[in-house]
């Protein structure tokens, strides 16, 4: 030993050399980006089913209202065919009303025109065309058409008193509304 270690006493110790160590990121980073991945891939799996299921929603909604589009277009085919036909209804109707004589070529006639008639009503009835004739109905009107009104005398107010035009319905949908004179409160 040295003086100067004996009379100061034994010297600094020493200190051991800082290692050197690479200073590198943390490894938690790269665990969060998976996760980060993950949870991006659910979110865009996720909008991707619910545009699929809107898609299969909307593909049935269209299938369902072609098919009622379709149904509609056999059930009402006959519409503008049938409007043309009423007045050939309306002036066999008026032909018959006016055929009062009792000459016997009359009486042939009105019966010719009778049996057509009849023949159309038929027909009608076939393809889903009904008379709408009121009256002595309540007034209605969604079927009918008031032309005038009239003192009520024994009919009851808003009632109808007479027919001018009869009208008619292709499965339940106006064709013509009937014209109508109604009873005034």
Do not use: C
């Not at 891939?41 to 299938?63: G, H, I, K, P």
């Not at 004589?101 to 038929?122: C, H, I, M, N, W």
């Not at 393809?127 to 024994?154: C, R, S, T, W, Y």
């Amino acid at each position: 030993m040295s003086e100067e270690e004996l009379t100061n006493g034994p010297g600094p110790e020493p200190q051991p050399e800082p290692l050197e160590v690479e200073s590198a990121p943390l490894e938690a980073a790269p665990a969060a980006e998976p996760d980060k991945a993950l949870l991006e891939a659910q979110q865009q799996a996720s909008e991707n089913w619910d545009r699929f299921v809107r898609a299969q929603a909307e593909m049935e909604n269209l299938r369902r209202r072609l098919e009622k589009d379709i149904q509609n277009a056999h059930k009402y085919a006959l519409e503008k065919f049938a409007k043309e036909l009423l007045p050939v209804m309306d002036s066999l109707e008026l032909g018959i009303a006016a055929s009062t004589g009792d000459a016997p070529d009359v009486a042939k006639l009105r019966e010719g025109a009778e049996l057509t008639l009849k023949q159309f009503k038929s027909v009608f009835e076939k393809f889903g065309i009904a008379v709408v004739d009121p009256l002595g109905e309540k007034f209605n009107p969604e079927q009918h058409q008031a032309m005038a009104m009239e003192p009520a005398g024994e009919a009851e107010p808003n009632t109808v008193v007479k027919v001018f035009q009869k009208g008619y319905l292709l499965n339940d949908r106006l064709l013509r509304p009937a014209l109508v004179v109604v009873a005034q409160a």
